[in-house]
């Protein structure tokens, strides 16, 4: 079938609309109309080959809410008109140790939603089954596809690592990931530091969930502060400083991706093991889960809506830093 697509022709360049074309859904597989994409970081990193995996004409768009418009042989026909999720990860092979484990998002041949396929800021996309992700009432569809990638990547930290709600939780930066990392952290129970270089966010913060909010800068005046320091920046850290602030047996959880890499002395993590870890998105089932918790708590990104004919200007906008916390690009395509 023909499908409308936003492509990049090469490295760089802006999205225009195009035509492509996407054979039926195969075993397994999942068709979703697209109503509302999200725009992530990661796609500007895919737009820019930054990790070297990009291949052109590319469509980025991995934050996807979608109808069900066809399905393959093996899959459930009573999906067909309902309301789906999709985020990062669109396949995994269903039969490696990992899948079979239950952390199919460590599957060394999952397939990106973006990588090699197009992804959401289209007419239309395809999943495979197991990575899509039903909307539960309470989730709002139109500003539900943050979940499907930025909410997943700070919920892992707290669900998948069993963090107990007794802990002190500190959030660095307050974003398109921070800014639903507080959320959860304070609906999980636990006590929320919002660290910030901007104190001009701090009533936003406090609105989001931070019982306080401290600036960066005084960081090494709480040693041993918090059971988990959740990264979200992108920008180089006074890491000895951060793993100071972690208590024993703290632990600092990196997401955002510094350009160089990061120098961590080792002497604190020996005699208080403490311990720096990280994590690609989760597993269908930790997705499942995240979008039940926010239906039950009333967990929601904060979106700013635009056509998907406007995705130029997003891109533009989320490339300055202009925009609170995400943006929604709406369809059709
Ligand atoms: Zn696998
Ligand atoms: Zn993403």
């Known amino acids: 079938m023909e499908i409308t697509v936003w492509q990049a022709a090469a490295k760089g360049a802006p999205l225009e609309r195009s035509k492509a074309t996407l054979l039926d859904p195969g075993p397994d597989e999942v068709l979703l109309e697209v109503l509302h994409c999200g725009l992530c970081h990661s796609d500007l990193s895919m737009l820019e080959n930054a990790w070297g995996v990009s291949t052109y004409p590319l469509v980025p768009g991995h934050e996807v809410v979608g109808r069900v418009a ?7 026909s009573g999906l067909l008109g309902t309301t789906q999720g999709l985020g990062w990860i669109a ?18 041949s999952l397939e990106a939603s973006v990588v090699g396929r197009h992804g959401g800021f289209a007419s239309h996309v395809m999943a495979h089954q197991d990575w899509i992700v039903p909307i539960p009432d309470g989730v709002s569809p139109a500003d539900a596809g943050p979940l499907f990638c930025g909410g997943i990547t700070v919920f892992a930290p707290l669900f998948d690592e069993a963090v107990s709600p007794t802990a002190r939780v500190a959030v660095i930066g307050i974003g398109g990931l921070g800014h639903l990392a507080l959320q959860f952290a304070r609906a999980w129970g636990c006590e929320v530091t919002a660290l910030t270089t901007s104190l001009a966010k701090a009533d936003e913060a406090r609105r989001l969930g931070a019982h306080r909010v401290m600036a960066l800068s005084e960081l090494g005046s709480h040693p041993g502060a918090f059971d988990l320091v959740i990264n979200t920046s992108n920008h180089a850290l006074d890491w000895p400083v951060l793993i100071a602030s972690l208590a024993p047996l703290g632990r600092l959880h990196q997401l955002g991706v510094p350009l160089n890499p990061l120098q961590i002395p080792a002497f604190p993590l020996i005699a208080g093991r403490r311990s720096v870890t990280g994590s690609p998105t989760s597993s269908p089932a930790s997705l499942r889960r995240m979008v039940e918790f926010c239906a039950r708590h009333g967990i929601a990104p904060l979106v700013e809506h635009l056509p998907m004919a406007e995705i130029n200007t997003a891109i533009a906008r989320l490339h300055q830093g202009d925009v609170r916390y995400r943006f929604v690009l709406d369809g059709p395509a």
């Not at 066809?70 to 459930?76: I, R, S």
């Open 70 to 76: 066809a399905v393959g042989a093996g899959v459930d």
């Open 91 to 108: 396949g995994s092979c269903r039969h490696c140790d990992w899948c079979l484990g239950g952390n199919a998002n460590l599957c060394p």
